[in-house]
């Protein structure tokens, strides 16, 4: 995958978080303290959220596992989160979206953003 590219995919209800693409430990850190909250139940799980390093493919990948985004608020707060991490990070910019629903209450987001173009 090139440098200027980074996808993020969000798969809800349970909340699953999967960063393809360079992107810095200190953005993954922040993501690990906000995304929790930033869900519309809170994390019941004896085990805090971790966004943990995949190699095949590789990527970062998370499931908040006790907890649920409503459609109405807590999905659209779940994705301001996550796009205020990568712009603090600097420099992405949001290219294009697509949302995907599967059978049952599943739907799959999928974020594409690019770094130095124009």
Request: proline content about 6%.
């Amino acid at each position: 995958m090139s440098e200027v590219n980074l996808i993020v995919n969000v798969t809800c209800n349970p909340p699953v978080i999967s960063i393809f693409g360079p992107i810095k430990e200190k953005t993954i850190d922040h993501l690990n303290e906000v995304l929790p909250s930033s869900c519309s139940t809170t994390n019941t799980g004896k085990v805090p959220f971790v966004l943990m390093r995949k190699d095949e493919p590789p990527h970062w990948y998370g499931e908040l596992k006790t907890q649920f985004a409503s459609s109405e608020i807590g999905t659209s707060h779940l994705f301001v989160s996550l796009f205020n991490a990568l712009e603090d990070e600097g420099s992405w910019k949001l290219r294009g979206s697509t949302a995907i629903t599967h059978d049952g209450d599943k739907c799959t987001y999928r974020f594409f953003f690019v770094r130095g173009a124009y």
